[in-house]
């Protein structure tokens, strides 16, 4: 099976901080994301990487950087933490048609 | 723009049928998905339907598509508590059918009443 793990379960962190989030695959998936779930809202994409170096902007990607400088790792970067960025994050990666997502990170930020 | 609607609550009785509901909008999704979430956890995939098939069984689970009325259906047959969660339908999106990229509902909480 496809192993998706993000580095951290849980997170609290302050405002105005540098926050990463990591997450690793071990299926050699060229296509890697992050996702932000909110309640009621469902998952919304922040970034998505299709190879190493390489990404594109999703669907919200204000407050978010991202780095992929393997293809087995894919960070999320929130450069000055904000209360509005407190939600469940999710990683995944894909090989059509399936895409595998990592645990969530629950980061809130206070 | 593209969006992927959901019934947020569904409650049923431990040993009846359950059945999720989802509307889309984008006609060219090569592929529907269903997701399920337990608490606290990512996601998983439970099944997915190409565009061109009417239907797919897999054990307890029946996926309809109806693409005329753009509508995704999941049927659990004799639903048990293990089957309380969120359940997510995802489509792939105007060209995306090459990145993986995933359009989301909102969700529906299934609760299974014992």
């Known amino acids: 099976d496809v192993k998706v793990t993000q580095s951290s379960r849980y997170l609290v962190k302050r405002t105005g901080e540098k926050v990463f989030l990591e997450c690793v695959q071990d299926?050699?998936?060229?296509?890697m994301f992050w996702y932000r779930q909110d309640p009621g809202l469902g998952l919304r994409l922040i970034y998505f990487s299709y190879d190493v170096k390489m990404k594109e902007k999703g669907d919200i990607p204000e407050g978010y950087s991202v780095s992929r400088e393997k293809k087995e790792r894919f960070s999320l970067i929130l450069e000055s933490a904000s209360t509005n960025q407190t939600s469940m994050y999710l990683c995944?990666?894909?090989?059509?048609?399936?895409?595998?997502f990592g645990q969530g990170t629950r980061l809130t930020v206070v | 723009g593209e969006d992927v609607e959901q019934s947020l609550f569904l409650s049923v009785r431990e040993g009846d049928s359950s059945v999720i509901n989802c509307t889309y909008t984008d006609s060219s999704s090569t592929y529907l998905y269903w997701y399920k979430q337990e608490p606290g956890a990512g996601l998983q995939l439970l099944t997915y339907?190409?565009?061109?098939?009417d239907m797919k069984q897999d054990q307890r689970l029946t996926v309809l598509l109806n693409k005329k009325d753009k509508h995704l259906s999941l049927r659990i047959a004799d639903t048990q508590t293990g089957d309380s969660a969120i359940y997510f339908c995802?489509?792939?999106?105007?060209?995306?059918?090459?990145?993986?990229?995933?359009?989301f509902g909102q969700g529906t909480t299934l609760q299974v009443k014992p």
């Open positions: 995944a990666s894909s090989l059509e048609p399936r895409a595998f």
């Open positions: 995802a489509e792939t999106g105007k060209g995306s059918s090459n990145t993986g990229k995933l359009i």
């Open positions: 339907i190409f565009s061109n098939m």
């Open positions: 299926m050699d998936h060229e296509n």
